[in-house]
Each structure stands twice: as C-alpha cells, then as structure tokens.
C-alpha cells in the first residue's frame, strides 16, 4: 500500500514539474506562438501548422491508452540528456529573441524550434527515455509547426510549380492535346498557360502530407511501409496539381471558356485534394494488407 502512494506521489510530482515546464515556456515563447497562429491564419502555405498541436496531443493520447508501463521517471542519464536539449531550446529562444543579425522569419523559425526542443526535452527530464522513445512520433511530429523560412518556402513552391507543368504536359499528352513546355509555362492550342504561385498548390500539397504521416503512423507497422507512403505523397500531390490544370484546361479550350475564371479553378482545390486522398487511402489498404498478420501463436505474450 505504502509503495502503490509513494508511486502514485511520484508520478504526480512528475506531472507538475511537466505542467510547469509547459507553463515556462508558454510565457517565454508566446510571442512566437501567437505570431505562429497568426502566420497560419493569415497564409495558406501554413495553414497545416493550425493542426499540428490538437493532432500530436491525440496521438500521444491514443498511444498513451495502450502503454502500461510504470517507469514513469527519468534516470539520471535522462535528466542529464534533458537538461541538455532545455539550454539547447532556451539558447535558440534567446537568440531568436535578441539577436540581431537574423531576418524576422528566421527568427521566428529558430524561436519555434527552440520551443519544440523545449517541450521534447521537458518529457524526456520528467517521464524518461522510454517514454520518449514510446511517443516518438507524436513528439517528432511537433516539429510541423516550426514555420519554414520564406526562401524555404519559395523554393519549395518554385519546384512544385515546375513539377506540376511536368505532369501536367504529360496528362495533356496522355488525352491527345498537344502540349509544350518552357519553364512554368504550358502551350496547349489556343491556350497559354502559366502555373502561377496560386497553382502549386502549396496548401494542399503540405496537408496531404500530414494527413499521410498522421495514416501511416496509426494503420502500418513497418517502417520501410510508413516511409513509402509517405514518398508517394509528394509525386502523388504533383500528380493532383497536373491532373487540376489539364481539367480546366480541357473544359476551358474543349467545353466552355468559362471555365477558365470559374469556380473550378478558384474553388475546386478541395475536390482534387479529395481525390488525392482517395488514391492515399488505396494505397495505404494495399500497404496495410500486405503486412504480415500477427497471430497469437506468434505473440510474445503467449509462446512461452
């Protein structure tokens, strides 16, 4: 009885030294977490940080249900190790908050990281080793919300807007309409076509990703699977972007020009971005029912 409320005492003295490692550094970085929340507010190339929070906290809730472990404290090795990633973190903030020689959007990329860092170092201080390495994803999966530096993005965008003129092209070909390339620009007759920033697609394309880790990490057990998966996100978002172009291009030369400026082309990102997810789901059931099945004759519990 003494033992089970010397645990019970333990894990709660854990838990607020973890509440308040939280709490230090909501108050430290808030302004990097509130322009943070602005930034994906206001730009759709970060709309997918506004998930990022709520999705690691159910995943780390999710995983949490299955982990019986009692080992909830650090050894001295842990805290040693955590302590190291807290001076990391709080040496990030200070210089994203002080220096003077780095852009705003660097600054505020290093202020985030630092943050992270923080919150990962503060579970591997209080709860240990094992339980980083048990909520390795979710915890890995906070580093989303560090926003990408502008000339990240821009080249980010730059080769998602070249790749989807590639596909694009190809499509065209592919349905008979003749089509040529130069750069961003597409040539189909009686059509000039640029893919513009607007036509990368940047906020789709980020979300089809997190939607694919977030899949692959509750439905696939091995790895080379999960990281397979994906890989194929990023081909399979430019696929999605061509697929969009040489179907209002099509219907705008072919239907009616109307299509063109029609509410296909300025509102049915989501009806390409749902297909794109469909094909994710295929592929992930065919991923999924390639696994080997685990059996209880193969279960550690019960083959002793």
């Not at 009885?1 to 333990?10: K, V």
């Not at 490692?21 to 730009?43: C, E, I, K, P, Q």
């Not at 597409?186 to 694919?212: F, G, H, K, Q």
Request: proline content about 3%; some cysteine.
């Amino acid at each position: 009885m003494n033992r089970n409320i010397n645990y019970a005492l333990t894990k709660r003295n854990h838990l607020l030294v973890f509440a308040a490692l939280v709490a230090v550094s909501v108050v430290f970085w808030w302004d990097s977490v509130v322009a943070t929340f602005r930034l994906g507010l206001s730009n759709e190339a970060y709309t997918h940080i506004l998930l990022i929070l709520p999705l690691s906290a159910g995943l780390i809730y999710i995983d949490s249900k299955q982990w019986r472990s009692k080992n909830w404290f650090a050894t001295r090795s842990a805290r040693g190790l955590g302590a190291g990633l807290l001076i990391l973190a709080l040496g990030l903030g200070c210089y994203a908050r002080w220096g003077s020689v780095i852009d705003i959007d660097l600054r505020l990329t290093l202020g985030v990281l630092g943050l992270v860092i923080w919150w990962i170092a503060s579970v591997i201080v209080c709860f240990g080793i094992e339980a980083f390495r048990r909520f390795l994803f979710p915890l890995c999966f906070l580093f989303l919300m560090v926003p990408l530096p502008g000339q990240v993005l821009i080249r980010i965008v730059e080769f998602l807007q070249l790749q989807s003129a590639l596909a694009a092209r190809i499509l065209f070909r592919a349905v008979g309409i003749r089509a040529t390339q130069d750069g961003i620009m597409l040539y189909i007759p009686n059509l000039d076509i640029e893919v513009a920033r607007e036509c990368s697609s940047i906020r789709s394309s980020l979300m089809l990703v997190v939607s694919t880790l977030v899949l692959a990490h509750l439905f696939l057990r091995s790895w080379w699977r999960k990281l397979l998966l994906v890989a194929l996100a990023v081909p399979l978002s430019v696929a999605k972007n061509g697929l969009r172009i040489v179907t209002i291009g099509a219907l705008g030369t072919c239907v009616d020009p109307g299509y063109l400026n029609g509410n296909l082309h300025h509102r049915g990102g989501i009806v390409f971005f749902g297909i794109a997810v469909f094909v994710m789901v295929v592929l992930l059931w065919i991923l999924r029912r390639s696994e080997p099945r685990i059996t209880e004759s193969s279960s550690p519990a019960l083959s002793g």
